[in-house]
C-alpha cells in the first residue's frame, strides 16, 4: 500500500524488509525517513508437536519478494540506495550446497527453521547450564532454551543422519537473508553476540563449545555457525546479486546491510527518538535512561548502558550488538501478543465476539476495549480486575527468573460465561504482561540501569489499553513510537505519549503484591508435589 502523503518525488529511497514470526512487512522510506510505501505477506508455521515450532527459510525468501515488489511499485528503481533485513532469531540449516535439510522428524527439508519460540530443546539447554561456563554470565546466568546452543545439541542428538551430519551452514534468520540478498556468508555481531554466546571482544569460545559437545563446530574456524563477522549495518560484499535483484524487483548492486535481529531493530528505532517538546522525563537526560519495549508475539525490553551491567535473568550485557559503543540487556517475555490471542480465542464466546467485532468493522480487540469502557462505569477501566488475577507464563519465564518450568495461572474464575467475562479476562491478561514488565524493569534497576521512559513499538503498541496499562502498572511516561544517535533522532517519530494514572498507583501496587504471590506459590506448589 501506499502511504498518504507518502513523497515519490526524486530522491533517495531505502527499502527496509522485517521479518517477523507471522508475517514479512516491507517499507520504502526516503532519505528523510518518511515512510513511503508498506506492504506485508503472512508466512507460514508448522508445529508438528507440542514445543516444535518450524518454517521454511523458502517461504520466508518468496514473502520477501513479495513485499518488496509491492513497496517499490511506480518509483524509478535507480533512486533506490539501499536495502536492510531484519528478522526473528530463528536457526536456518542448510546443507553444504545452501539447500534446505529437515530440522524435524518427518524429514520434510521445506522446514529447515527451527524457530525462536520453539522449546523442543529443554533437556539440552539444562545440561549446558549445568556446565556453568563463563560464556553463561553474558545471558543472565542461564541460557534460554530460546537461543541456539541447545537447539544445535538438539539436531545432533535427535536427527544425526537426516541433518546434523549433511549440514553445512547454520544461520541466524536475520543473516540467512542477508547472505541470500549478496551471497556473502558472513554474520551480523548483533545475531551472533545475542544469541550464539560470540564475543565482541574476544571471538567464539572454543572450550564452551568442547564442554556441551559440540566440538566439531570448531573444525575450519567455525565456518558452519560463521567465521566472518560485521557491525549491524556494514554494507556486504558487492551489495544485491543479480538473481536475487530479479527475484526482490530491485537493482543489482545496491548495498545491502548488514541485518540485526527484529527486536533488535525495533530498539534501535525508537531508543534514540527526538522527544523534545514532549513534557518526558528522558528529555535532556542520557540515551541510558530510556527502555524500548518491542511488544509483539513475544515483547523484548532493551536498555543500553556506557559499561557493562551484569543483570540476573536478563540477557546480555552484550557490546556493540544494537548501539554502536554501548551495552545492551535485552529482558523478555516468551509470549505477549500470543497470550492474548490464546486467552481470547479460547474463550467459549469468541465466536460471539468476532461476530459483533466484524459487525462494527472493528478488531476483536478494539471492540474488547470499547466493550470495557461500557462495563466499567464510573471507576477506572483497570479496577474491573480486583478479583481476577493473571500470571503470564504460559510458555515460561524470560526474564527475570529465567525459569522455563514456569506456567500460567488464573486465580478469581466464575461460572459465568459472558462476554463480559471475556473482556475482563483480557484486561487482567494486559495487566500481567505490564506486570512482568515491570519486574524487568525493578530487576534492571537493581543491577546498575536508571529508567525513566518506556519506549513501545511493535504490534501491541497499536493498542490503547496495552500502553495505558503499561503506562499505569510501571509508572513510567510511555511513548508508542512509529539511526546511529544523531540518525535514530532523525529517522524515529514519537506517535503518542501516554501519561500514568498516578491517583490508581495504590490500587496497582496492591495488585502487584498479588502478583508476585502467584509465582511464590506455584513454586510451593511444585515443592509439595516434588515430596516424597
Known amino acids: 500500500m501506499e502511504v498518504p502523503g507518502g513523497d515519490r518525488e526524486p530522491g533517495s529511497y531505502y527499502v527496509g524488509v522485517d521479518v517477523g514470526t507471522g508475517s514479512v512487512r516491507a517499507a520504502l522510506v526516503d532519505q528523510r525517513g518518511t515512510l513511503v510505501a508498506f506492504a506485508d505477506q503472512p508466512i507460514n508455521q508448522w508445529e508438528p508437536q507440542f514445543n516444535h515450532h518450524e518454517q521454511s527459510s523458502e517461504d520466508i525468501w518468496a514473502a520477501c519478494c513479495v513485499v518488496t515488489k509491492k513497496v517499490v511499485q511506480g518509483i ?7 536495502l536492510g533485513f531484519d528478522a526473528t532469531c530463528s536457526l536456518v540449516v542448510l546443507d553444504k550446497e545452501f539447500r534446505p535439510l529437515p530440522v524435524n522428524h518427518e524429514g520434510d527439508p521445506h522446514r529447515n527453521i527451527i524457530m525462536w519460540l520453539d522449546h523442543r530443546a529443554i533437556s539440552q539447554v539444562h545440561r549446558i547450564n549445568e556446565t556453568k561456563h563463563s560464556v553463561l554470565q553474558y545471558v543472565g546466568g542461564v541460557m534460554s532454551v530460546e537461543m541456539q546452543a541447545p537447539k544445535l545439541l538438539w539436531l545432533k542428538e535427535n536427527l544425526r543422519e537426516t541433518c546434523w551430519d549433511k549440514a553445512g551452514h547454520f544461520f541466524d534468520l536475520p543473516d540467512f537473508l542477508s547472505w541470500k540478498a549478496t551471497g556473502v556468508p558472513a554474520r551480523s555481531l548483533c545475531s551472533l553476540v545475542c544469541k550464539w554466546t560470540y564475543s565482541a571482544e574476544k571471538g567464539w569460545d572454543d572450550s564452551f563449545w568442547k564442554v556441551i559437545g559440540l566440538e566439531d563446530l570448531i573444525a575450519n574456524n567455525y565456518n558452519k555457525i ?6 549491524p549495518g556494514a554494507s556486504l560484499g558487492s551489495g544485491l546479486t543479480p538473481k536475487a535483484a530479479k527475484d526482490l524487483g530491485l537493482p543489482a548492486g545496491i548495498a545491502v546491510a548488514a541485518s540485526l535481529i527484529d527486536a533488535h531493530a525495533g530498539g534501535l ?4 527518538a527526538d522527544v523534545r517538546g514532549h513534557g518526558l522525563a528522558c528529555e535532556g537526560q542520557p540515551v541510558t535512561s530510556r527502555l524500548a ?17 551484569f543483570v540476573p535473568g536478563v540477557w546480555g550485557p552484550y557490546f556493540s550488538a544494537m548501539v554502536p559503543g554501548f551495552w545492551l540487556n535485552e529482558g523478555g517475555q516468551s509470549v505477549t501478543g500470543k497470550l492474548i490471542d ?7 464466546v469468541f465466536p460471539e465476539l468476532q461476530a459483533k467485532a466484524t459487525a462494527r468493522c472493528q478488531s476483536v480487540y478494539a471492540y474488547l476495549n470499547s466493550h470495557l469502557d461500557l462495563i466499567k462505569k464510573t471507576q477506572p477501566v483497570g479496577f474491573l480486575t480486583v478479583d481476577l488475577h493473571v500470571w503470564p507464563d504460559f510458555h515460561g519465564n524470560r526474564s527475570p527468573l529465567a525459569d522455563l518450568t514456569l506456567k500460567g495461572m488464573v486465580t478469581g474464575l466464575k461460572l ?3 462476554l463480559d467475562d471475556l473482556a475482563i479476562l483480557y484486561l487482567a491478561t494486559v495487566q500481567a504482561i505490564a506486570f512482568g514488565t515491570r519486574l524487568i524493569i525493578e530487576a534492571m534497576e537493581t543491577a546498575g540501569h536508571s529508567i525513566s521512559t518506556l519506549f513501545l513499538c511493535g504490534g501491541l503498541s497499536k493498542n490503547p489499553l496495552f500502553v495505558q496499562m503499561h503506562a499505569d502498572i510501571t509508572g513510567g511516561k510511555t511513548e508508542a513510537s512509529f539511526t546511529y544517535l544523531e540518525a535514530m533522532a532523525r529517522m524515529s517519530k514519537v506517535g503518542k505519549v501516554v501519561f500514568p494514572r498516578c491517583e490508581d ?3 496497582y501496587d496492591k495488585k502487584y503484591q498479588v502478583f508476585l504471590k502467584l509465582v511464590e506459590h506455584q513454586k510451593e506448589y511444585a515443592a509439595i508435589m516434588k515430596r516424597d
Open 76 to 82: 524509478n528503481l535507480n533512486r533506490i540506495r539501499g
Open 226 to 231: 560463521g567465521n566472518k563477522v560485521l557491525p
Open 269 to 272: 528505532g525508537v531508543i534514540g
Open 293 to 309: 519495549v518491542i511488544c509483539g508475539t513475544s515483547s523484548c525490553h532493551m536498555g543500553i548502558s556506557k559499561n557493562p551491567i
Open 342 to 348: 490464546h486467552m481470547v480465542q479460547g474463550h467459549a
Open 416 to 418: 459465568s460465561q459472558d
Open 505 to 507: 498507583k495504590r490500587y
